[in-house]
């Protein structure tokens, strides 16, 4: 039974970076043909594609996150996580990972319970 | 960026009514859709990609149409699971961008 589970740190200071993990269970990262990725849904409102990666370490970011965005995978502990560098409260969200659907990214077929990240000081 | 626009916002329904919710992309991105339903406090769930493509275990009363730039959801028969919020999304630009959502609420 696939199971994705993400974890990091609730609050991050401003200017600083967030840095959350994407734990796979019931799959592997490393299956071919699908994308892994992040999505992020600030308090009361609609949600945001931040970006997909590959095993490969091929990746994808959303165009107005790109310069702080980076992504990477760890096929040895079936991971992958999200760093976002320089935030703003305006990063305040819940992150979800996602395993996206076969040979497309950015469509996510399969969803992590998300977990809240607060920019504050 | 292709800005995905949904209408209405919000509607109000009540069981056994057929709803339709519409999404309209700025530009044309083929059948590259994909509409999913959110609950409060939990993950969204994928319900529909490539515009028409039911994803597996989803109820057969969901239904969706379109290409290039107006699309629809449908739910023929509304249950009172279906009271949600409903997200379209497009994957035809390598920035993929999700419409702001319609609440469908009971009425």
Known sequence: QLQLQESGPGLVKPSETLSLTCTVSGDSVSRSGYYWGWIRQPPGKGLEWIGSIYYSGSTYYNASLKSRVIMSVDTSKNQFSLKLTSVTASDTAVYYCARHIRDTFGVAGFWGQGTMVTVSS | ?107
């Open chain 2, 1 to 107: 960026d292709i800005q995905m626009t949904q209408s209405p916002s919000t509607l109000s329904a009540s069981v056994g009514d057929r709803v339709t919710i519409t999404c309209r992309a700025s530009q044309s991105i083929s059948s590259w859709l994909a509409w999913y339903q959110q609950k409060p406090g939990k993950a969204p769930k994928l319900l529909i990609y490539k515009a028409s493509t039911l994803e597996s275990g989803v109820p057969s009363r969901f239904s969706g149409s379109g290409s290039g730039t107006d699309f629809t959801l449908t739910i023929s028969s509304l249950q009172p699971d279906d009271f949600a919020t409903y997200y379209c999304q497009q994957y035809s630009s390598f920035s993929r961008t999700f419409g702001q959502g319609t609440r469908v609420e009971i009425k």
